[in-house]
């Protein structure tokens, strides 16, 4: 998921960050996916080792809730149409759930290959 953003650039201007941040809630609902009642993390690619493991490490209620939102869409994708107004995905609900989880394992990562390039000297 390691990917680059000038979020963090974005935010501390903030000229910038009111040009922007209707443009992203413009582009979010342009994108459908809200429409088919998904989350910005169910587009998530699940090709990767360090998305697998944050799956596993989901809570069971959430793993099941998107895999019923996937399904739902999926139908919703095949029958050409879009879910009902009340069941379409809120922005105030497309919070992230996989995306803290994956940043956590990056870490582990990170910090796991440090300490494995890690040189010890020995005093004299």
Do not use: C
Request: charged share 35%.
């Amino acid at each position: 998921m390691s990917k680059p953003s000038f979020t963090n650039f974005v935010l501390k201007r903030p000229w910038l960050r009111r040009w922007m941040i209707p443009f992203a809630k413009w582009y979010a609902d342009a994108a459908g996916y809200r429409k088919l009642g998904l989350k910005a993390d169910d587009l998530i690619p699940e090709e990767n080792e360090t998305v697998l493991l944050a799956l596993k490490r989901l809570p069971p209620k959430e793993a099941y809730d998107r895999v019923f939102r996937l399904r739902r869409a999926f139908q919703a994708s095949l029958a050409h149409q879009l879910l009902p107004k009340d069941q379409q995905t809120k922005p105030e609900d497309d919070m992230p759930y996989l995306a803290p989880i994956i940043r956590e394992i990056e870490a582990e990562n990170q910090e796991r290959e440090d300490l494995e390039a890690m040189v010890i000297k020995r005093k004299r």
